[in-house]
């Protein structure tokens, strides 16, 4: 599904349509196209993030501030950070290495692997959740023997990880995908024949080729894993200061009826998703700048 | 010559092997467990489970939902990358960069805002209980919330396709006469037909499994708002692992179905519009 999150750069079409008697729609269309367009906009999408923003503040800076630094708020910020930091890595490495292997070699079963490559994003969150459950759960495949040598999976800080790895898997591998596909392995080759070894091969051409690539798949990796909500639900368990993440945390205070609390930490995600935005308009940016120059 | 002595790259054994370790350990043996677990059930009490009165007012909600959601998200979305690629106004850069809110914005956050927005006292709850419409804790709710999600998915399909498009064809079929309605329905639309339709497909998959943003605004009252992913939970709640799995792979095949078109669709997109991507 990140066909739809596919890294675009491209100048501005506008102007050649306008500009043009033959290509363009009368104003009132062109007016009442764009009303009924910023409308749908505002509603679903500008309306609901002000909301995070407004009911956080209501009662002002420092009750939003102490919901911030309570203790239970700042061990999910904690493990939130944790889960992140070991997940995207991992998914990095995966992503860079299936992109490798499907476009540097022609194989059989290659159509499979890059489909399967697409499975968790056809998965709901929730049986994502599940699946571990079944493995590693008391009643599960591995549960005797984890309770056995006293290691606890489900319900604890691995599951959390495991779930959020599973459900971000496919981020950085369908962006690089495409995007060396595109490249070919013409240069890789010069390289190769010319002398340098594989990891040469990597870091000199094809890194600085895929790089904007990377770093857009990075982010959304990154926003998906510290977001993720239904799976990590299904193997947290909800224990307060220990396996809760911030939008887990988020659900506990909002089902306690404290609501302010819960839109405070929610805000803190809702700038998490700015942020990423931001970062992911600039690498859009500076995509196109570097086309433009090549 | 042998296949292998065609490979002047290094690493195949190694970025293959790693790959398929990888996938195998995280998703697929986990996802096996669903399948091996519901085999030890026997069909017969697969099928009672999966077909309670109450799971199945879920699939209905679920799926109708999410049809009708991606529907609407088709209708509009195509008209926001249409407005956002053909046409010039004040605030354009900040709108396109903000139509990826639900993939970067968690679930739970927009949940608990949309709830707040449409609850009776809610900004637009309570603008629409006057007229009678009640959306938070009914199932509008869950199609507001699957409007949301399934947003970006749309614009983002058709929106390169666009960009992509060249002044001639339509200048053409200008020149021959067509007015400028019959150039969008009988040149532009069938060029774009593939990507929306795509679009469609990611918008109505996600919409089918989300989870995170409907339970807030849903009210989750049996029969009338409880959704599939939901049934699944409660399951579990209940320690009925078993009941659980078999509504999951009720779900899995459904993925898979789904997975398999939007594949379909993707490859037409392709050789209709000779992109590569």
């Not at chain 2, 053909?86 to 960069?97: C, E, T």
């Not at chain 2, 990507?195 to 995170?212: H, K």
């Amino acid at each position: 599904m990140a066909a739809a999150t596919a890294l675009r750069a491209t100048g501005n079409v506008a102007a050649r349509f306008e500009g043009r008697a033959a290509t363009r729609e009368p104003h009132w269309v062109k007016w009442s196209l764009i009303a009924m367009s910023l409308t749908f906009f505002t509603l679903f999408l500008l309306m609901p993030l002000i909301a995070v923003f407004v009911e956080a503040l209501r009662k002002g800076w420092d009750t939003y501030l102490t919901a911030l630094i309570e203790p239970d708020a700042l061990s999910a910020i904690r493990l939130t950070l944790i889960a992140a930091v070991i997940a995207v890595p991992l998914n990095l490495s995966f992503g860079v290495s299936a992109a490798w292997a499907i476009t540097k070699f022609n194989f059989r079963g290659k159509h499979v692997l890059t489909t399967l490559i697409d499975l968790p994003f056809s998965v709901s969150p929730v049986v994502a959740g599940l699946i571990y459950v079944l493995v590693f759960g008391a009643q599960g495949w591995f549960g005797p023997w984890l309770q056995e040598h006293d290691l606890k999976i489900i319900f604890a800080v691995p599951g959390i990880v495991l779930a959020t790895m599973f459900v971000t898997v496919p981020f950085i591998a369908r962006e690089l995908i495409p995007l060396m596909q595109a490249q070919g392995k013409e240069e890789e080759e010069a390289a190769v024949v010319l002398g340098a070894n594989g990891w040469q091969t990597f870091r000199h051409v094809t890194l600085p080729n895929i790089k904007w690539g990377l770093l857009y798949g990075v982010i959304l990796c990154n926003a998906r894993a510290m977001g993720e909500f239904g799976a990590v639900s299904v193997v947290s368990g909800h224990i307060r200061g220990l396996t809760n993440t911030l939008p887990l945390h988020v659900e506990i205070l909002y089902n306690e009826y404290q609501f302010t609390a819960a839109f405070a930490v929610a805000s803190v995600l809702a700038l998490l998703a700015l942020v990423t935005l931001c970062i992911k308009t600039w690498i859009e940016h500076q995509a196109a700048r570097s086309k433009e120059e090549s | 010559m042998s296949r292998r002595s065609l490979r002047v790259l290094p690493g195949f054994n190694l970025t293959l092997g790693y790959t398929l370790f990888y996938l195998s350990v995280i998703v697929l043996i986990p996802l096996s467990a669903v399948f091996v677990k519901t085999a030890g059930l026997g069909f017969g009490q697969f099928w009672d489970v999966v077909t309670t009165p109450r799971v199945l007012a879920s699939y209905r909600l679920s799926f109708g939902a999410s049809l009708l959601a991606a529907a609407i998200n088709a209708v509009f979305g195509l008209a926001l990358a249409w407005v956002l690629v053909r046409y010039s106004f004040p605030g354009k850069k900040l709108v396109d960069a903000l139509i990826d809110l639900p993939f970067a914005l968690p679930t739970a956050v927009a949940g608990i805002a949309l709830t707040a927005l449409y609850a009776p006292n809610g900004w637009l709850g309570s603008a629409l209980e006057p007229l009678g419409i009640k959306v938070a804790f009914t199932p509008l709710g869950v199609l507001v919330a699957l409007v949301f999600i399934g947003l970006p998915f749309v614009v983002r399909t058709v929106q390169p396709i666009l960009e992509d498009l060249d002044t001639e064809l339509e200048e053409a079929a200008a020149s021959l006469g067509a007015r400028r309605w019959q150039t969008f329905r009988y040149v532009t639309l069938p060029i774009l037909l593939p990507a929306l339709l795509t679009g469609f497909a990611l918008a109505f998959a996600r919409a089918v499994g989300e989870y995170g943003s409907v339970i807030f605004i849903a009210g989750n009252i049996p029969m009338v708002s409880e959704i599939t992913p939901l049934m699944i939970i409660t399951k579990l709640e209940q320690y009925d692992y078993a009941g659980a799995t078999a509504i999951a792979v009720v779900m899995l095949l459904f993925s898979f179905v789904l997975l398999l078109a939007i594949n379909g669709l993707q490859a037409w997109t392709e050789k209709a519009t000779g992109r590569n991507r």
